[in-house]
């Protein structure tokens, strides 16, 4: 790394950590609605600019770039926060096996990698005098987002979606196993009958089960893809495996979050038959 | 001896000394009636105010054994059964959802924002898509 490289590296760090000062998780993501909110309103002056009948050709130029500079900055500046935000959400996970740490580390390394790209976005943002200037940048940046960026992104969030949901799993089973404890108890109070609560226990355990079952699906695939792509075997056969897993990598995320989002509807019905049980328990104590 | 008793009989204080006496015994604070702790009791409790102050304590321990009930025995039966926190749970699981889904929208959203920044034309899909995922996220 040349001395260039590394006062870029540096800059660039310092620029996106102080974009993330003192922004909790719940915060971060509220500011990303917002930031993407605001693009909406700077592409909407980009058209009134241009639509302006009274303003001259060259004041016309001048506001239209700048309309567009500002636009672009935005979506470089939600590109950033996204990027630490996955970041952040990568790094709260702990306790993983040894190969979904190896990913995790590996993926947070390909976030890094991201950084010299949103420096030199800036810089050339920072140098542009002309509307064809920034027309080609916007346009630059958008193959970069579509070839590299949301790829990335696509399989990150997947595996960030498979591991949030193990842990809601373990809340939910942790639930369970306390309410069964607690009908024990009226049940012993002589308050609850056995046959009152044993039906819907039964439907609440195989929806946790169902949750799983489709989480570990999903989890299988994502690690098996995130695998092949981070840690090539080397071989005979790896150009054919590459093939494999490339023509299945387009529609793999994809898929795992169609996964994990059907895991989530058996834990939303569990936690009804949850709510279900808790009234009837309510009701056979007299309370409101 | 005679003759000097019965000069005693004929001696009076001084009128100065009447009247300083008098205002001295006047001005001393008298003694207050103390009446005897049983005797105090026997004139505040009589029968109508044991009935009544009987069922007042009686609806009290009542209600506060009923409160206490409520309040600490039964829910403490049944706490893991608290709706509050299962549905804070369940909305914990749906945000975690909703945070995924927030990147593959605003994937679509910045393509077309790069779009029309770089001048290239937006199909008339395109923005209805934008504009429908914009409203789902500032819900």
Known sequence: MNLLSKIRLVTASIFIVGLFLNISPANAQELLKNTLGEINGKIDRIDKIKGDQILGNEEKDIQETEARKDALSKILEITILENNDLKEKLESFSNLPENEQRIKEALIKSLEENLSTYQIMKERLEEIETVIQVKQLASDFKNWRALVYNQKTEKITAFISVLKQKEALETAKERLQNIKKDIEKIEAAEIFKREDSEEVLKKAASGIENAEILNNKAEKMIVEILDQELFPKKGIFNKLTFKNIFSKEKTAPATVKQYVGDSLKQLQTTYRIFLEISKLAKEKIGLK | ?139
């Open chain 2, 1 to 139: 001896m005679e003759k000097i008793l019965k000069k005693f009989k004929t001696i009076e204080p001084k009128e100065e000394f009447k009247r300083r006496s008098l205002a001295i015994i006047l001005n001393t604070p008298q003694n207050e009636y103390q009446p005897k702790p049983f005797e105090y009791l026997g004139s505040f409790f009589n029968l109508q105010k044991i009935m009544g102050l009987t069922a007042v304590a009686t609806l009290l321990i009542i209600s506060g054994l009923s409160f206490l009930n409520n309040k600490l025995i039964g829910p403490s039966l049944v706490s893991n059964l608290n709706q509050q926190d299962l549905n804070k749970e369940m909305e914990s699981f749906n945000i975690q959802f909703s945070q995924i889904k927030y990147y593959d929208d605003s994937a679509k959203r910045i393509e077309v924002a790069l779009m029309k920044t770089s001048g290239e034309s937006v199909t008339k899909e395109q923005n209805e898509e934008i504009n429908q995922i914009l409203d789902e996220l500032t819900l």
